[in-house]
T-cell receptor, first 114, second 118 residues
């Protein structure tokens, strides 16, 4: 079983739709949770960063973490064609030898069509 | 924002040759750099952690003699794929971080290098 599970999609939505992306994980030691956006043939770009459970909002993006369910989500409001990319969830444990070591989900391919 | 440059973006080589990939932090000093590998439609897999001035730490299953990592300065780390074979063909991505960002587990990624071994 993978430590982090993410539905690869692909997910296709019309412009203006609300997009919901999700990951589940099995290791309760994960404390830091991130969402990255990766355009084709490019490196990942950090979108959202949260520590432990709760919500975080940044513009059209909202990240949610539910540690009790081992479930994280990214919501994109008023989606735009420019949001079309692969979205990767990532997480890491706190401190020690795990410092900075990210475990990524498989990535969800999102297409927002006009 | 922090910028990480990776070069080359694409390389095609013959089986048995060695290929060097460079990762540079352009506007900050990177005490730590990470090297990842990404197969098509799969996630990024951490290969090794590189700290400036010390030997790299490799993840389980990654051959250190196959993937040589050098982090000789605070702005440059290199990955050399030695005696490349077709199964080494993949997308290699580096990331860099330092200080306060490392404490928050924030990394800045390069654009990646697509390696094709014929």
């Amino acid at each position: 079983q993978k430590e982090v599970e993410q539905d690869p999609g692909p997910l296709s939505v019309p412009e203006g739709a609300i997009v919901s992306l999700n990951c589940t994980y099995s290791n309760s030691a994960f404390q830091y949770f991130m969402w990255y956006r990766q355009y084709s043939r490019k490196g990942p770009e950090l979108l959202m960063y949260t520590y432990s459970s709760g919500n975080k909002e940044d513009g059209r993006f909202t990240a949610q973490v539910d540690k009790s369910s081992k479930y994280i989500s990214l919501f994109i409001r008023d989606s735009q064609p420019s949001d079309s990319a692969t979205y990767l969830c990532a997480m890491t444990k706190a401190g020690g030898t795990s410092y900075g070591k990210l475990t990524f989900g498989q990535g969800t391919i999102l297409t927002v069509h006009p | 924002g922090a910028v990480v440059s990776q070069h080359p973006s694409r390389v095609i080589c013959k089986s048995g040759t060695s290929v060097k990939i460079e990762c540079r932090s352009l506007d900050f000093q990177a005490t730590t750099m990470f090297w990842y590998r990404q197969f098509p439609k799969q996630s990024l897999m951490l290969m090794a952690t590189s700290n400036e001035g010390s030997k790299a730490t490799y993840e389980q299953g990654v051959e250190k003699d196959k993937f040589l990592i050098n982090h000789a300065s605070l702005t440059l780390s290199t990955l050399t794929v030695t005696s490349a074979h077709p199964e080494d063909s993949s997308f290699y991505i580096c990331s860099a971080t330092s200080g306060r960002d490392l404490a928050k587990n924030i990394q800045y990624f390069g654009a990646g290098t697509r390696l094709s071994v014929l």
